[in-house]
Every structure is written in structure tokens, then in C-alpha cells.
């Protein structure tokens, strides 16, 4: 069997909490009154094992641990206790080597040095992983292609869209030709279209250029379409790995319903929520120029359809509000992820 | 790690700070502007209670040398030259938190002592020609006159001197990164650096206790050997003790410098804190 791109044994990160700052959190934890003093636990014996070449989703809320465990693999962070590889090296004993196999792509917009070019900066970024100077000038403009910024290379990046600098972002963590890909969250904040074009992107390194891709994201949608496989994480702990079909069927149920409601007030969901046989109800959507909100229910397992309608519609009714659409839909991976975690992505 | 990583770690570093320093044009004034001032104000200081003739006479005897107005550019040349390390060399670490690229600098599989010296040699070059040019200027506005008899000695003086503060600027970038304060730590060392090197005096003006202190900082021995040959035209043998006091403090400072930085990269790991500032 080839050994796997990223292999995570009982990985676990414990945090110290940080203390209260002041005057007079200082005095209380002189005086023995101050909060006790304690870890937090942002990865918690996550054992994982990505293979070559795999699209790789994590799949959680803020402050599951995603962006620990990303760091962890790319050395950025020790581990308290466990053990991890990438390509077969020791992320703690071999944390240069591993430097040079992996790529690494954090969210948001800093990370770059905005009052260089974006050209600028990957050059930086090139002569820092010991590239030829050949080499490097004819890779960059390649990855400038890849990341269609090429017309755009020697503005400052102070000047880029969101998506611009997120697209030099990738192109900067695949300037060493990495294994291993990894993208902490690499299309937050983005537009719509930004975002697709991120996706595109991402998704071509595994298909076009045979990359370990693990990306990260607290996007249901993004996770679902990109990754071979998802796991999907909470509280630091990785609850479920399974392809996205896998997890929808194992943890989606046999069906969400999709309720659409006029005139619906703040604690529609709520009450929805308390429906006999409803297991979880979250407002999923609110059109404004029609003035109607979405509502997605989660039925308990046994739930008759018949039995959950009526109660639903009485329930709305009871609201003042109006029923404009009661509909059956096949699960998500949302739908799989509230039913593991018992929380909601956002 | 080899050599040429180093070497392309370095030339990085001169690539990218020059790049983004001429998008800050202003600083250009300061940096002019900065040590023609010191110097002016030193001057104005002698010169306001006595005459030039009744000074000099005073810096022969505590200075053993004439030339008081050579003797305070010389002075400021090389602290100026230590401020640059230490806002370069020193503040590197911290610079690229403020940035926000600390942590995709850290994810490079190269040798963060190179990645420092790149920067600490970005500033020498850089305060370098600003620091010369207006040292130049203060020699003609002060009629500075310099007499170097032993040109070897001048280029070895120098060039220890240089080194020394390089070494010093990676040993601040270490001392700096053991609290997170770069910041206010490199502001506060400056002025008691000015102050115990003897920019604008003589050190042996200073109690005895107090030039122990002195004694401790290579800028003492850089400011003391450029003085005594650009000034004293003095040889090698005249500069040997204040040579191989800056030879030994580079040898010391760096390796210092390099310890505290590996250990506190590891540390930041540790405690999770490499990306805050």
C-alpha cells in the first residue's frame, strides 16, 4: 500500500489560557480569586491519513481546530503530544525537509507585502526557497498563468481584489512545486464570483497537477464539491471522515425538509425547531424583495412526513406568519454535519 | 544549508527591503537630516561656552586629538550605523509580524540567522550612503580635517567596526524576540548607546563605573578605533586592543544572536505565538 501524503497520529495541541489582563484581574489572581488556570485543547488525538494525490476537505466551524492542524502539519506549530508525517517526514524531527514539500496557503489578506508587485513578492518568496534565479523567473510567470494574474504582476499588490490576492496567495505556496497543498480557508470573504474562481483553481492542482490538496473550510458547498474525501470536525476532534456521498447517507438521513414562510418572525426557527419529530431547524435563506425566509428542518429518524407537515403548518400559522412552500430535499453535508456535531457551520 | 541558500537568503532580503523602502521616499529626510543634526547640536554645544582654539586644546588632552569637530563625526557616523542594524538587523523579526508575513517567512526551508543578516546588511548598506553623505556635508559646514596614515588600519577598523554591528543586530533581533517588544526595546537602547559609546564625548569623561558599561558595547570599540586612525593617523598596533575587542564581540553577539533566535522560533512554536505582536 504507498504510504500516505499526510499521516496524523493521536495529534494533539493544547493552547495555555491566556490570562485576564488589568489591574485588576492582576490583583484578583494575586489574592487567589482570579479564574484557575488551564489549557484549551484546539486538537484533540486526531488521527488522520490523506492520500497521495486526494483532494482532502476539512470540514468545521470557527474554532474547531482546522487552522491548528494546518499549521501543525506545515511545522508552523509543535505538537503537545502525538505524532504527524507529510510525504513520509516528521513533521517536529524533519521540519525543514518538510518546509520543502509543502505549500501553504492561509485565509485573509495579509501574509503578502502589499507595496510590492505581486511579481515582487513571489520573487521574494523564490530566492527564500533557494530557487535559481532561471528557474524561479520562468516558474513565476507559469504560476502567474495558472493564476491568471499575469496582466496584472506588477501592480502593487495594494491594489488587488480580495480574489487577486488570494489567487498570488496559491500561487506563492506552489512557487517550491510542493507535494503537499495546504489551504487554511482560501476563499473567506471573497465575492461570489472571487470565491468560484478560487475553487476553480484549487480544484484543477489535484486533477490537472497531481497535488495533495488539504484545504480547509467552514463552506458546506465548497467542501462538498472539491474533496474526494471530507472530515468533518469539531471541538478539535475529527468526528467523521467519509467521501461526501458517504457521509451524507451515513449521518444526512433519509430526507431534509425545506419549509418557506412569509411574514416569518425572529423565533420562527426556534419554534420550528420545538415541532414534535423535527430535530433541528435553522433559517437557511430570507429573500427580501419577496419578504420570505427559508427554513430547513431536520426530521428525527422515524419522523412520518404526513404527521411532521401538519404540525409544521400549525406551527407557522400559530406565528401569524404564512406557508408559501413545504418541500422534501435530499440531505446535504450540512444536514450530515449538524446531525454529527449537533452545531451548525456558521 | 548551503552557501548559496544563504546567499539567496541575503539577496532576498536586500531585494525586497529596497523595493518596498523606495515606496517610503520620505524617510530619506530623516535619515539625512538626522545625524547632520546630532552632529550640529554637539557642536553648538562646545563652541556656545568656549572658543574653538580653548576646546581643542581640551579634546588634545582627554582625547588626544585636535580635531573635535572629525572626532563627533566620526562619532555619529558609526552609532548612526548602529541605529540602522538595530532597526533592520534587530527589528527584522517584528517587522514581519507588522507585515503579516512572519509566519510564510517561517515556512521557508531557509536559515533565519541568513534571512537577519540579509536584513541587518540591507541596513548597512542602507544607512550606509545616507549616513556618508551627510557626514560629508558636516565635514565641509564644520571644517573637519581627517589624516590617515595607515590606510590598512582605516579599512580594517571599518570594517570590524561593521561587522561588529551586524553581529549586533542579530544578536537584538534574538534579544528582542525573548519578549515581544521589539518595538519599545530598540527605542530604549539607542539613547544610553549614544550616551555610553561617547558619540559626542570623550568616554574616559565618564566615572569609572560607568565606563565599565562602555566597555561591554562594541560600538565603543568601533567609535575608539576609527577616531584613533582617522584622526591620530594611527597604525595597526595602535588599534590591535580595540580590533580584537570587535572581533571577539562579533564572534560572541552572533553566535548569541543565533542561539536566541533558534530558540525562540522554537518557543514561539511552543506557546503558539509566532504570528502576534
Same mark, same amino acid.
Given at each position: 500500500?504507498?504510504?500516505?501524503?499526510?499521516?496524523?497520529?493521536?495529534?494533539?495541541?493544547?493552547?495555555?489560557?491566556?490570562?485576564?489582563?488589568?489591574?485588576?484581574?492582576?490583583?484578583?489572581?494575586?489574592?487567589?480569586?482570579?479564574?484557575?488556570?488551564?489549557?484549551?485543547?484546539?486538537?484533540?488525538?486526531?488521527?488522520?491519513?490523506?492520500?497521495?494525490?486526494?483532494?482532502?476537505?476539512?470540514?468545521?466551524?470557527?474554532?474547531?481546530?482546522?487552522?491548528?492542524?494546518?499549521?501543525?502539519?506545515?511545522?508552523?506549530?509543535?505538537?503537545?503530544?502525538?505524532?504527524?508525517?507529510?510525504?513520509?517526514?516528521?513533521?517536529?524531527?524533519?521540519?525543514?525537509?518538510?518546509?520543502?514539500?509543502?505549500?501553504?496557503?492561509?485565509?485573509?489578506?495579509?501574509?503578502?507585502?502589499?507595496?510590492?508587485?505581486? &511579481?515582487?513578492?513571489?520573487?521574494?518568496?523564490?530566492?527564500?526557497?533557494?530557487?535559481?534565479?532561471?528557474?524561479?523567473? &520562468?516558474?513565476?510567470?507559469?504560476?502567474?498563468?495558472?493564476?491568471?494574474?499575469?496582466?496584472?504582476?506588477?501592480?502593487?499588490?495594494?491594489?488587488?481584489?480580495?480574489?487577486?490576492?488570494?489567487?498570488?496567495?496559491?500561487?506563492?505556496?506552489?512557487?517550491?512545486?510542493?507535494?503537499?497543498?495546504?489551504?487554511?480557508?482560501?476563499?473567506?470573504?471573497?465575492?461570489?464570483?472571487?470565491?468560484?474562481?478560487?475553487?476553480?483553481?484549487?480544484?484543477?492542482?489535484?486533477?490537472?497537477?497531481?497535488?495533495?490538496?488539504?484545504?480547509?473550510?467552514?463552506?458546506?458547498?465548497?467542501?462538498?464539491?472539491?474533496?474526494? &474525501?471530507?472530515?468533518?470536525?469539531?471541538?478539535?476532534?475529527?468526528?467523521?471522515?467519509?467521501?461526501?456521498?458517504?457521509?451524507?447517507?451515513?449521518?444526512?438521513?433519509?430526507?431534509?425538509?425545506?419549509?418557506?414562510?412569509?411574514?416569518?418572525?425572529?423565533?420562527?426557527?426556534?419554534?420550528?425547531?420545538?415541532?414534535?419529530?423535527?430535530?433541528?431547524?435553522?433559517?437557511?435563506?430570507?429573500?427580501?424583495?419577496?419578504?420570505?425566509?427559508?427554513? &430547513?428542518?431536520?426530521?428525527?429518524?422515524?419522523?412520518?412526513?404526513?404527521?411532521?407537515?401538519?404540525?409544521?403548518?400549525?406551527?407557522?400559522?400559530?406565528?401569524?406568519?404564512?406557508?408559501?412552500?413545504?418541500?422534501?430535499?435530499?440531505?446535504?453535508?450540512?444536514?450530515?454535519?449538524?446531525?454529527?456535531?449537533?452545531?451548525?457551520?456558521? | 544549508?548551503?552557501?548559496?541558500?544563504?546567499?539567496?537568503?541575503?539577496?532576498?532580503?536586500?531585494?525586497?527591503?529596497?523595493?518596498?523602502?523606495?515606496?517610503?521616499?520620505?524617510?530619506?529626510?530623516?535619515?539625512?537630516?538626522?545625524?547632520?543634526?546630532?552632529? /550640529?547640536?554637539?557642536?553648538?554645544?562646545?563652541?556656545?561656552? /568656549?572658543?574653538?582654539?580653548?576646546?581643542?586644546?581640551?579634546?588634545?588632552?582627554?582625547?588626544?586629538?585636535?580635531?573635535?569637530?572629525?572626532?563627533?563625526?566620526?562619532?555619529?557616523?558609526?552609532?548612526?550605523?548602529?541605529?540602522?542594524?538595530?532597526?533592520?538587523? #534587530?527589528?527584522? @523579526?517584528?517587522?514581519?509580524?507588522?507585515?503579516?508575513?512572519?509566519? @510564510?517567512?517561517?515556512?521557508?526551508?531557509?536559515?533565519?540567522?541568513?534571512? @537577519?543578516?540579509?536584513?541587518?546588511?540591507?541596513?548597512?548598506?542602507?544607512?550606509?550612503?545616507?549616513?556618508?553623505? /551627510?557626514?560629508?556635508?558636516?565635514?565641509?559646514?564644520?571644517?573637519?580635517?581627517?589624516?590617515?596614515a595607515h590606510p590598512e588600519a582605516a579599512l580594517l577598523a571599518v570594517l570590524l567596526a561593521l561587522l561588529a554591528m551586524v553581529a549586533l543586530g542579530v544578536f537584538f533581533s534574538g534579544f528582542y524576540l525573548l519578549t515581544r517588544s521589539a518595538g519599545p526595546l530598540s527605542s530604549a537602547v539607542q539613547a544610553p548607546i549614544r550616551f555610553l559609546a561617547g558619540v559626542q564625548f570623550p568616554v574616559s569623561a565618564l566615572p569609572t563605573q560607568i565606563q565599565y558599561a562602555s566597555f561591554a558595547i562594541p560600538v565603543t570599540y568601533?567609535?575608539?578605533?576609527?577616531?584613533?586612525?582617522?584622526?591620530? #593617523? #594611527?597604525?595597526?598596533? /595602535?588599534?590591535?586592543?580595540?580590533?580584537?575587542?570587535?572581533?571577539?564581540?562579533?564572534?560572541?553577539?552572533?553566535?548569541?544572536?543565533?542561539?536566541?533566535?533558534?530558540?525562540?522560533?522554537?518557543?514561539?512554536?511552543?506557546?503558539?505565538?509566532?504570528?502576534?505582536?
Amino acid at each position: 500500500m504507498p504510504e500516505p501524503a499526510i499521516r496524523a497520529q493521536a495529534l494533539v495541541r493544547t493552547f495555555d489560557r491566556k490570562p485576564e489582563q488589568g489591574m485588576g484581574a492582576a490583583i484578583k489572581r494575586l489574592v487567589g480569586r482570579g479564574p484557575p488556570k488551564g489549557t484549551i485543547t484546539a486538537v484533540d488525538h486526531v488521527d488522520l491519513e490523506v492520500a497521495r494525490g486526494e483532494f482532502f476537505g476539512l470540514l468545521g466551524p470557527n474554532g474547531a481546530g482546522k487552522t491548528t492542524l494546518v499549521k501543525l502539519l506545515s511545522t508552523l506549530l509543535l505538537p503537545s503530544s502525538g505524532t504527524a508525517e507529510v510525504a513520509g517526514l516528521d513533521v517536529v524531527k524533519d521540519a525543514d525537509a518538510v518546509r520543502r514539500k509543502v505549500g501553504v496557503v492561509l485565509g485573509g489578506e495579509r501574509a503578502l507585502y502589499w507595496r510590492l508587485t505581486g &511579481r515582487e513578492n513571489l520573487w521574494y518568496f523564490s530566492q527564500l526557497y533557494d530557487m535559481p534565479a532561471k528557474d524561479a523567473r &520562468r516558474r513565476i510567470d507559469a504560476l502567474l498563468d495558472v493564476v491568471d494574474l499575469a496582466d496584472r504582476a506588477d501592480e502593487r499588490v495594494e491594489n488587488y481584489s480580495k480574489g487577486m490576492k488570494q489567487r498570488l496567495h496559491v500561487a506563492r505556496g506552489l512557487l517550491n512545486d510542493p507535494d503537499v497543498l495546504l489551504l487554511d480557508e482560501p476563499s473567506i470573504g471573497l465575492d461570489p464570483h472571487a470565491a468560484r474562481s478560487v475553487r476553480a483553481l484549487v480544484k484543477d492542482l489535484t486533477t490537472k497537477h497531481g497535488k495533495t490538496v488539504v484545504l480547509t473550510t467552514h463552506y458546506m458547498y465548497e467542501a462538498d464539491q472539491l474533496s474526494d &474525501r471530507v472530515a468533518i470536525m469539531s471541538r478539535g476532534r475529527i468526528l467523521a471522515v467519509g467521501t461526501p456521498t458517504e457521509l451524507k447517507e451515513r449521518y444526512g438521513g433519509a430526507h431534509a425538509l425545506v419549509v418557506e414562510v412569509a411574514r416569518a418572525g425572529d423565533a420562527l426557527a426556534a419554534r420550528l425547531g420545538e415541532v414534535p419529530g423535527v430535530a433541528r431547524a435553522t433559517e437557511a435563506g430570507h429573500d427580501p424583495a419577496r419578504g420570505v425566509s427559508r427554513f &430547513r428542518l431536520l426530521p428525527v429518524e422515524g419522523a412520518t412526513e404526513n404527521g411532521l407537515a401538519a404540525a409544521v403548518a400549525e406551527t407557522v400559522k400559530r406565528a401569524g406568519a404564512s406557508l408559501i412552500e413545504y418541500r422534501i430535499d435530499r440531505p446535504t453535508l450540512e444536514d450530515a454535519f449538524v446531525r454529527a456535531t449537533g452545531e451548525t457551520l456558521e | 544549508m548551503t552557501t548559496t541558500a544563504w546567499g539567496r537568503s541575503i539577496r532576498a532580503a536586500l531585494y525586497k527591503n529596497w523595493r518596498l523602502s523606495i515606496t517610503y521616499p520620505t524617510w530619506l529626510l530623516q535619515r539625512l537630516l538626522s545625524p547632520l543634526v546630532w552632529v /550640529a547640536i554637539a557642536v553648538y554645544a562646545y563652541t556656545g561656552v /568656549a572658543d574653538p582654539a580653548r576646546i581643542a586644546e581640551a579634546f588634545a588632552e582627554a582625547a588626544g586629538t585636535t580635531g573635535f569637530t572629525g572626532f563627533l563625526i566620526l562619532g555619529q557616523t558609526l552609532f548612526s550605523f548602529f541605529l540602522g542594524m538595530n532597526w533592520r538587523g #534587530g527589528m527584522a @523579526i517584528q517587522r514581519e509580524r507588522w507585515y503579516g508575513t512572519l509566519e @510564510i517567512v517561517m515556512l521557508a526551508p531557509t536559515s533565519r540567522v541568513a534571512f @537577519i543578516l540579509g536584513e541587518s546588511v540591507y541596513g548597512l548598506l542602507d544607512s550606509g550612503w545616507t549616513v556618508l553623505l /551627510a557626514m560629508v556635508i558636516a565635514m565641509f559646514a564644520f571644517d573637519a580635517r581627517f589624516t590617515v596614515a595607515h590606510p590598512e588600519a582605516a579599512l580594517l577598523a571599518v570594517l570590524l567596526a561593521l561587522l561588529a554591528m551586524v553581529a549586533l543586530g542579530v544578536f537584538f533581533s534574538g534579544f528582542y524576540l525573548l519578549t515581544r517588544s521589539a518595538g519599545p526595546l530598540s527605542s530604549a537602547v539607542q539613547a544610553p548607546i549614544r550616551f555610553l559609546a561617547g558619540v559626542q564625548f570623550p568616554v574616559s569623561a565618564l566615572p569609572t563605573q560607568i565606563q565599565y558599561a562602555s566597555f561591554a558595547i562594541p560600538v565603543t570599540y568601533g567609535i575608539a578605533a576609527v577616531r584613533r586612525v582617522f584622526l591620530a #593617523g #594611527g597604525d595597526i598596533a /595602535a588599534v590591535s586592543g580595540e580590533l580584537l575587542a570587535l572581533a571577539l564581540s562579533t564572534v560572541v553577539f552572533f553566535a548569541i544572536g543565533a542561539y536566541l533566535i533558534g530558540r525562540m522560533e522554537k518557543e514561539a512554536k511552543r506557546r503558539g505565538t509566532l504570528h502576534v505582536y
